[in-house]
């Protein structure tokens, strides 16, 4: 069971339908576990009620229009149609995206699907792991992870302050790894 879930989606959804197990994983439970979502304020049932309006309304209009001889009309309700499908199937794709972070004691495994439902995976070590907060940005702070030369954005689905909830969360796990540094070594003289 996840530790925390960002973006109105993950709450909803159970975290198996959004990213399901790899069987390469480590069986025993991670530190932390967070499921990130873009921000969904529709149903399902929302969505194809407005599809099923629009797809009634342009039925009426269009034969209207073909019935008054205005096929121009007819032509261009064909065309406004097809944008407001475009739309709610672009819509559609935006909301396949996931990312799921997992940290465990010597690892932390950062998992992507984008908007055409292809899964990527990237791998880094606990111990050495660095969680960057970068303030600046007209969308709001961005969370970099970085170790070891390497660089990867996170948290990009969320809104600002699901940003900072999801960089306090997670800097608190790695607070909780045992392996986990701190910064340089100091040697007391």
Not at 32 to 40: E, L, Q, R, S, W
Not at 48 to 53: A, D, K, R, S
Request: hydrophobic letters at 45%; aromatic letters at 8%; zero cysteines.
């Amino acid at each position: 069971m996840p530790d925390a879930s960002f973006g109105t989606v993950a709450v909803a959804a159970a975290p198996a339908a959004v990213v399901p197990p790899d069987p390469w994983v480590v069986a025993h439970e991670p530190l932390f576990d967070a499921i990130v979502t873009p921000n969904d304020s529709g149903t399902r049932y929302s969505r194809v009620l407005f599809v099923g309006v629009l797809t009634a309304y342009f039925t009426i209009t269009l034969t209207a229009w073909l019935w008054l001889g205005a096929w121009p009309m007819a032509a261009y309700s064909l065309l406004v149609l097809a944008f407001a499908v475009g739309s709610v199937v672009g819509d559609a794709r935006r909301r396949r995206q996931a990312e799921r972070i997992r940290v465990w004691p010597d690892r932390t495994l950062v998992e992507r699907i984008d908007r055409a439902g292809r899964r990527s995976f990237s791998e880094w070590q606990t111990g050495w792991l660095r969680l960057a907060v970068d303030p600046a940005g007209a969308a709001g702070p961005r969370l970099r992870l970085t170790s070891h030369g390497r660089s990867e954005t996170i948290g990009d689905l969320l809104t600002g302050d699901e940003r900072l909830g999801l960089a306090q969360a997670l800097d608190d796990a790695l607070a909780r790894a045992p392996t986990h540094h701190r910064g340089p070594a100091t040697t007391a003289g």
